[in-house]
């Protein structure tokens, strides 16, 4: 049977798996998503259908069967109904989206360049492509081509011109020994107790995705507290994902035994704590501290003298905040420079203060008041 997914049947169900902050909608993904209010959702990731065009069944050498997707979901007349079905539902994420959020969109070979061109058409602005390669792919039986190792994921603006999105780029490169994350995931597939099974051992989704793939997603290009959606939630691998780390979800599924698995996953999932799940401060982000704080705050006092790590070189502290060193007054930055016969310097971290436990980078008593300021 092959099906045109142009939207809904009238008699398609409208029900709702609820819970505060997360919550699961049974009907077609465009329909329904025209009920959210406009510029409201803060992430969508996207796992639609392959469109595989799988002829008949696949076997290993052994002539054993192989559970491969061969449901009617990822089935269509053509690939211009397959296009039609894309367009419809990613102008329905792009009118729900905030203007700084962001969209992630997973294929393989036989439907992501689609996808991309389509995207590109109705105005998103594509940041980058993510190649996840699978440490433990499925073989190509058949031994006619390369094994299938990877999928691609598109991370890409609502438009141009969109600013302000998240993108946690210090906490990602702090996760990867300070080395800035790259764009190609090293993930293993579903598989173990995290692959959900129905009564009778098989498999309850054929493409559930592994969890450590989505929190990677949400971790990179989400904070605590933001709405994420999905338009094909499955077994609610995002929603999972999304409660575990505090963020608010929505999911939008026309299977009702998919919806009924995920309700279920979703309501066992115990949120991580708060602290763990603080975002990671930037400095841009971080709110500014003037030098002259420190001295108000009476961590550093008029006539101490500030010095380089190796305590070559000191300058006074003045009660107007300017240090001095030599015959030359300004900042801690202009001085520093002066000091060092530089064009610049960052002040907070060249000068030191004199603690009884040695030297004292002056950076780590302003990142005492920002801390006190953060627990207000």
Same mark, same amino acid.
């Given at each position: 049977m092959v099906v045109s997914r142009r939207g809904a049947s009238a008699r398609a169900p409208r029900t709702n798996f609820e819970s505060p902050s997360h919550r699961i909608i049974l009907g077609d993904c465009v329909a329904e998503m025209s009920k959210l209010k406009a510029a409201?959702?803060?992430?969508?990731?996207?796992?639609?259908?392959?469109?595989?065009?799988?002829?008949?069944?696949? #076997?290993?050498?052994?002539?054993? =069967?192989?559970?491969?997707?061969?449901?009617?979901?990822?089935?269509?007349?053509?690939f211009s109904a397959y296009d039609d079905f894309t367009r419809a539902w990613l102008l329905a994420c792009r009118r729900v989206m905030k203007p700084s959020a962001t969209i992630w969109v997973i294929g393989s070979y036989h439907n992501i360049f689609r996808v991309g061109a389509i995207m590109q058409d109705l105005g998103f602005w594509l940041l980058?492509?993510? $190649?996840?390669?699978?440490?433990?792919?499925?073989?190509?039986?058949?031994?006619?081509?390369?094994?299938?190792?990877?999928?691609?994921?598109?991370?890409?603006?609502?438009?141009?011109?969109?600013?302000?999105?998240?993108?946690?780029?210090?906490?990602? #490169?702090?996760?990867?020994?300070?080395?800035?994350?790259?764009?190609?995931?090293?993930?293993?597939?579903?598989?173990?107790?995290?692959?959900l099974k129905g009564a009778d051992g098989k498999k309850v989704h054929p493409t559930q995705k592994p969890e450590g793939l989505l929190a990677r997603v949400l971790l990179s290009s989400s904070r605590p507290g933001d709405l994420v959606i999905d338009p094909f939630?499955?077994?609610?691998?995002?929603?999972?994902?999304?409660?575990?780390?505090?963020?608010?979800?929505?999911?939008?599924?026309?299977?009702?035994?998919?919806?009924?698995?995920?309700?279920?996953r979703i309501a066992a999932v115990e949120p991580l704590p708060e602290a763990s799940l603080a975002p990671f401060m930037t400095a841009r982000e971080a709110p500014r501290i003037a030098f002259s704080e420190l001295i108000e705050r009476?961590?550093?006092?008029?006539?101490?003298?500030?010095?380089?790590?190796?305590? #070559?070189?000191?300058?006074? $502290?003045?009660?107007?905040?300017?240090?001095?060193?030599?015959?030359? $007054?300004?900042?801690? =930055?202009?001085?520093?420079?002066?000091?060092?016969?530089?064009?610049?310097?960052?002040?907070?971290?060249?000068? =030191?203060?004199?603690?009884?436990?040695?030297? #004292?980078?002056?950076?780590?008593?302003?990142?005492?008041?920002?801390?006190?300021?953060?627990?207000?």
């Open positions: 409201s959702v803060d992430l969508v990731f996207a796992d639609p259908p392959y469109n595989l065009q799988l002829r008949g069944d696949l #076997k290993r050498p052994d002539e054993s =069967h192989v559970d491969a997707v061969n449901d009617d979901w990822d089935k269509f007349a053509s980058n492509d993510i $190649v996840w390669r699978k440490s433990n792919p499925m073989p190509n039986f058949r031994g006619r081509r390369f094994t299938n190792a990877h999928e691609t994921m598109i991370w890409a603006a609502r438009d141009e011109k969109a600013k302000g999105y998240t993108f946690n780029y210090e906490a990602l #490169k702090a996760a990867n020994e300070d080395v800035q994350a790259r764009s190609d995931w090293l993930i293993p597939l579903c598989t173990g107790e995290e692959r939630n499955g077994t609610g691998t995002t929603g999972a994902v999304a409660k575990r780390l505090g963020r608010s979800y929505i999911g939008f599924e026309r299977e009702r035994a998919y919806a009924k698995a995920a309700e279920e009476g961590m550093i006092m008029p006539g101490t003298k500030l010095f380089d790590a190796k305590k #070559k070189l000191g300058a006074l $502290v003045r009660a107007d905040g300017a240090i001095m060193f030599g015959d030359k $007054v300004g900042s801690i =930055h202009r001085i520093g420079a002066v000091a060092q016969g530089s064009a610049a310097c960052n002040g907070w971290t060249y000068w =030191h203060v004199e603690t009884k436990a040695g030297l #004292k980078l002056i950076d780590e008593l302003r990142a005492q008041i920002r801390s006190g300021m953060a627990a207000e």
